[in-house]
């Protein structure tokens, strides 16, 4: 399927690895110019990977989402670059796991500055040309734990959610410009995010990091962790033209791991 993306920009956050890499991938093989974001300084070769792999020109951009200055600054380098972004992918590493009494004031304001203000910011910096051009897509890496919390995840339980009530609101007011709002929710997905979170669980439990993936696996429908490519694919399709009537949604690929009707 052409799925109608060729010559488009896009600003792909912590894109250096897991889930953002593989989106940026998966746009950068429909023709997508990249402008891809990530702490590590070692985003920039990624970026010529990129170009190299698609044939498509591609931005690295050293930038932590967690920081105001830092994203408008992000934002600004691939503007110069490219004249425009047509899609946001807003993405960022989740807070540490852990029960509620052990993360205290700094640790709520952390993560929500990394999952919530980031999210806030990346769109802010965007939507007036989106609008302008009357196309757009924005595109929210949150997590299957705003349908369905997961144990040990309070700061990500939380704040996640609030990127969903955001994001919800956000939809019908940019409808009318042909901008859609989606949230994307990954589900056990094999990336180094999960390796830590097995890690941490492993630990906690007095257990092993295999026993810890073992079980998730047993709570999985499909009986198998996600391919960060499976969840890619989905990033690409809301993207494209065939997508454009997609909006206010919240959709997850975690091999039928939620439980809920809806």
């Known amino acids: 399927m052409d799925l109608g993306l060729k010559g488009r920009v896009a600003f792909v956050a912590a894109a250096s690895r897991g889930l953002g890499r593989a989106i940026a991938e998966s746009l950068a093989a429909e023709g997508v110019h990249i402008a891809c974001c990530a702490r590590s300084p070692g985003i920039r070769e990624r970026a010529s990977e990129l170009e190299r792999q698609y044939g498509v020109s591609a931005l690295g951009i050293a930038a932590d989402v967690s920081v105001a200055d830092e994203v408008a600054r992000a934002v600004a380098d691939a503007t110069d670059r490219f004249g425009k972004v047509d899609i946001l992918v807003t993405n960022a590493g989740g807070p540490p796991p852990g029960p ?65 009530g955001f994001a919800r609101t956000l939809a019908n007011e940019v409808a ?32 092993t990091h295999a026993e810890a993936f073992a079980q998730w696996e047993q709570q999985i429908p499909m009986g198998r962790l996600g391919d960060p490519k499976e969840f890619a694919a989905l990033a690409a399709f809301l993207a494209s033209e065939q997508a454009g009537y997609i909006t206010a949604q919240s959709i997850a690929v975690d091999g039928g791991w939620i439980k809920s009707l809806l």
């Open 100 to 164: 509620f009494e052990s993360h205290g004031p700094e640790a709520w304001q952390r993560a929500v500055d990394l999952n919530l203000n980031s999210v806030v910011n990346l769109v802010r910096g965007v939507l007036p040309g989106m609008k302008e051009r009357k196309w757009g897509r924005i595109m929210n890496v949150t997590s299957i734990a705003v349908k369905q919390p997961v144990d040990g995840l309070i700061l990500s339980n939380s704040v996640r959610a609030a990127v969903t």
């Open 176 to 207: 009318p410009y042909n901008i859609t709002v989606n949230n994307l929710m990954p589900g056990y997905t094999r990336t180094e995010r999960l390796d830590a979170l097995a890690e941490a669980n492993a630990k906690a439990k007095g257990t």
